[in-house]
Every structure is written in C-alpha cells, then in structure tokens.
C-alpha cells in the first residue's frame, strides 16, 4: 500500500498537516511493525523525518526526492573535527597538556609551560599577568 502526498504538498500543506491524515498515520504505523524497518532496510526524509523503505527514491510522506547518504565521509569528516578540537585545546608549546593558563595578550598555553615563559610564545609580548583557568 502506497500512498503520495505530493498534491498534499502542492496544496501547500506542511509535513505536520499532511502527517494528520488517516493515509499518513497508517504508514507510520507500518513502517513501526517488527522486522519492517530494519536501519540497512531504510532511509529518512531530510525534510519530514519520515522513514522510508531503501528501495523509495521519493519520500512517501512529503514527496520529497531521497537522496543516499554517504555515512562513511561524514564519519571521517567528524573524526577530523574531533581531532581539530582536541589539538585547539593543547599547548602549543609541549602539545601534551591542556592550555590552562591566559596572558594579557589572550594567548595560552599549559601551567607547566608558563612557569618558564617570560613573554608571550606567539606574540612575544613580555607577560605582565598570568590567569588560571580551570578547565
């Protein structure tokens, strides 16, 4: 049983409106049934949320075209966010400790560092206040 919903969509229904219908709530019902919606068996509507069956290429729910997802290079692009943010929070001096410890010019790096520093290693300002922060 398959239902469209693109002259709903047309009509200028939004996913909400069209998602009231008696037609909608029973495909919701169905893609929840046991062993219908297994996560290799499917793929979401981007734009309503609606799980769809792998082999639709448009949306049952808003008519939307479905577009496959390349989950491997968003996962290599997270793995490299998560890389950029830890090395954002190391010394960049020893690249071990965490930068802990602000200059009055707004540069940091880790305690154990600072104790040897007498000016700023990026800006190289002579360092008048030390500021700890927790972290």
Not at 105 to 110: F, N, P
Request: aromatic fraction near 4%; hydrophobic fraction near 35%; charged fraction near 20%.
């Amino acid at each position: 049983m398959e239902y469209r919903f693109s002259r709903a969509v047309q009509a200028g229904l939004v996913a909400h409106d069209v998602a009231k219908s008696p037609e909608a709530q029973n495909m919701l019902i169905e893609s929840t049934v046991a062993g219908y919606g297994a996560s290799t068996d499917v793929k979401t509507c981007a734009h309503c949320t609606y799980v769809n069956h792998v082999t639709q290429t448009v949306c049952q729910m808003c008519g939307i075209e479905l577009h496959p997802v390349g989950k491997t290079s968003n996962v290599d692009e997270l793995l490299e966010r998560i890389q950029a943010l830890e090395e954002a929070t190391l010394c960049v001096i020893c690249e071990e400790h965490v930068k802990d410890t602000v200059f009055g010019c707004g540069h940091e790096t880790c305690t154990t560092c600072t104790a040897k520093l007498t000016e700023c290693p990026q800006c190289r300002i002579p360092i008048a206040t030390r500021i700890r922060r927790y972290v």
